[in-house]
């Protein structure tokens, strides 16, 4: 076998080393565990009241012997299980919880009870399709939850030490190792919805078998070969389809099954899936030392975010597909932007930054997670977006105008098609994989998120202490304390959004010759003395953001940024029909916190200019004189927070003038 | 039976009494006659290379006994052949064509030898589903097609004075009348799509057979009526659906079968259904003196016109169901806005017209011909639109964003769903039957169409000559040309767009006191003498146009009109991005005439602004100053000649400063 090679030798901490403490975050943290991960549990036994039916747990329960009746849900329903499990790995991993820790035991004897004795496991084909195993990769995600279990595995293995799903989803490998691969007589083939490609990279860290990453180098490699493994798959199945029995024709370009993976430029076909085969790119990248594979994840990386992303981090252009369309092409009423396409970025942004620590991807990654991926939950943590839209009027929605079908004016119970909440679950409960990076003997702190670290820089224990009020302000106070004096770096991501900062060390201002700027961060290198203290103020202005001219959409239009936040208006505040509002290319806008507001968040206000009641005469269409304006007072509010005061229209572009 | 009353005195010309000649429609009856008809008989017949079969005559064929095979297309395709008879009809009625009409004879004797011996006509039913006749009123168009038949044995008999293919509709017409009405035993139905109820009208018209008037209103009058008749046979036929067998649900709303037609206020549903129905209430109540139906049809109208009609006159914004929205709903490239929905539109118009001469229906009428009609019909005749956006990228397009499905940048060939071009071809074929009506002693002008109508004005014959370079010109020169000296009115219209006329006869300008503007018509009472001439000058600025605040996409923007024609940009003049362009609200907009553009066209020209190349960043999001702008020179093409010139953007509304 290939001698494999890092390209890098970053490393970020474990989980355990990240405690965080932090007002913002500290509350979704806490949601997760005190609701979002119980009420999961309780939807994924079906036991919550008028949310759509999952059977997941039951259907493990079948295929284990332990219950009667019949497959419920759709085929890839296990990776909810799955993705529950790995939320609750983070959540042990940060702080013990014995009764959770029993529920999670329970079920993962349920998971290998459910494990056939070769290894396989998936309770869609155990029970309704027992003879059609890998018989359509291209429709029906066995690798997909294959992928999701295996993360699971190596989540709670990490978290708590003990092996059994970590022995069930290496069986289950060892056994795909034995169905896949260019041998005769193996299926030539991958998945039609990527994720066991990051996941065997995982599962290569954890056990250090080699034969994971070959695997998952294997299912990239294989992807987009022609002739096409699906079409063979199809004729082999006689035509007969899963999801759509009607379309004969196989769309590759939707499962990126177009081309080698290698070859593909431009973000095309499902986001989540991109995204995930884009994270497993640049991990099987970084592990084997491939820097043609890595090329072509910078390049579909660099598509993404600088032609195809919404200034929230959203992805996906279009409903049909959930999927991206093509350059510039951003409408914001019928966008998809999946919460866990965003999700997805992230995970792809974190793998960059464990590689090349550059700004941008933090940038992106900022930006997903603040604004995106919070939007996705309600502040009661039961309630969750798939879609995130952009611009709202919840006149058209509920199969008025069936453009919108998909867009939800409120957030919604559990789905049926449950991937979003437990992709919210699972990366929120492991935040402090996301915040550090360290590489030789520099620490980098990608996001400012309150806590303390406890890394290891050059063989030193250093610990770093995080305080801020941040996302509302912009001054973070650091102590860094080594378990003994020692020179190293202290690198310090400067969001894009930030003009200007000052670095205190100690209570001395440090000046640009006592740091540089090496990509997007701020270098502090030194002999650091236990209690040092950093203060780095980032100027958090108000900032009218334009987009690229070519974005049909937002043009002639203007949203507010100020720190990470999007911000967006809501009917609420502004009364209705938001595209009547104009505001003035000069208009004054005050941030203000607001702690009874939504939780506590800081509003942005202003003087903007609306169309006066009565000043058109009414005509649909006429030559007459433009309707005047009249001064009217514009309240912005951050954009994950909006629709948790009721239906009503959101728009997060303005018209300027 | 009830005693009919008409609600007006007023009537149309036949058509032979109405010769066009006129340029800008002189071209478009030609194509019909030299073009149209002959590439559609070629099309019906599935002798055009390239397009989809049609197979419409073939299935006569077969079930007239003369032809092997099975029945192919759409459970509608008989209508394809209707619609074509009735345009050739009206060909003939204008001037004799010895040869079309022996073809036209041939297929009539098809038609007639396909019909059952108890009057049953549908080859659909007579090949497919010999025991399956009215089981699915609801999705099988079987009313609709009989509709189409009866309109054309109406105008053949009207046209050429042969009774073949009028009574073969008669004795169908008589045989539904056995097969529904409220007595027991009988169908208590209606159709899915609307079209049978105007259809029984002219049919009552022709033959004073007060069923078939009767007939209408029935079907009018069970349409919505509780429990639904749809959900009844839905179980009678075990829950089978035609179209989509997952549907389990009927949209009730979809075919306006959601309450009482009478009850109606808004539009909703498939919008050709809906103008075919409203184009039946009008009718009906005309005949019947119904005037709570004609109110309920006046509340439609409103809706439509001042709520949800397109300015180009197109109607229906979503592709889902073809269909109404809500109101202020417009947007521009999401539009469906069928060719169809427009030319029901018209019908809808011309029948109000008959009942009330009020000059916005006049407006509506040439807004939908002079835009969206005529824009539906390439230059060669063989091309047309079925959807009729405002805004085209065609980057969008060809299932790059699956929202744009629908929309295509360039016309198509003969679709296997052929309702539009045969639709275009009846409308365009029949033109002079929406110029003129007659009430008492009134002559009304509609439209200012050029030719010679030969009316009959209290008993007294008046020939009306019209020459002009309408649309292009706002002079109309009238000669006035009675039997004999004698006192009448002429009313012409004063469309909605012209702020300023003059009238002059022979020579001399007459005053406000010499005429009375009467709901948009300006009427001129005189004792005529032969020769008369009227010379009516309509003002024809280049209008800015605006529309409602309300309406969410046109916010912001201009449209430019001139005349009846609505503008718009192509990519071919004013370059890519047609989104970067501005026009200044003071821009000088200059008419000029250019008679090698696109068969001779009043192009419209102006200084606008446009982004400077190169002055942004590039970044996809920035807070950067405003992109430049540089002026540009905008060139605007009348809406219907757009897409002439190969694949390009357009747009009708353009952004303003």
Redesign the interface.
Known sequence: MTQTKLLSDMSKPLLQQVKIKDAFWGYYINLIREVVVPYQWEALNDRVENAERSGAVNNFKIAAGLAEGEFYGMVFQDSDVAKWLEAVAYLLHVQPDPKLEQIADEMIDIVALAQHDDGYLNTYYTLKEPNGRWSNLEECHELYCAGHMIEAGVAYYRATGKRKLLDVVSRFADYIDTVFGSEAGRLQGYDGHQEIELALVKLYEVTENERYLLLSQYFLSERGQSPSFYAEQLEQRGGQRHFYPDHTSIDLAYSQSHKPVVEQDTAIGHAVRLVYMLTGMIDVANQTGDRELLKAAKRLWDNI???Q?Y?TGGIG?????E?F??DY?L?ND?VYAETCASIGLIFAAQRMLMIEPNAEYGDVLERALYNTVVAGMSRDGKHFFYVNPLEV?P??CGG????Y?HVKPVRQEWFGCACCPPNVARLISSLGEYIYTVQEDIIYQHLYIGGEANLVVGKIPVQLQSNSNYPWDGEINLTVTPQHACVFTLALRIPQ?CKQFTIVVNGHEIKQDQFTIVAGYAQITRQWQQGDRVTLTLDMPV??????????GN??KV?I?RGPFIYCLEQVDNGA?L??ILLP?DAELTPRYDEQLLGGVTVIEGKGYR?KEGS?S???????A??EHTETHVKFIPYYAWANRGENEMSVWV?EK
Request: proline letters at 5%; a negative charge.
């Open positions: 975010v600088h032609r992303m200034i252009s279009m409903v049909h597909g999927a369309s093509y092409d409408p019928t009027n006149c058209s008025v105008n069936h453009n079908d959004w900032m009218r953001m334009h987009s690229h001219p070519h974005v049909r043009i002639g949203a940024q029909h595209h009547e290319q169309i058109w009414g005509e649909l269409y006429s030559d007459e433009l309707p018209r």
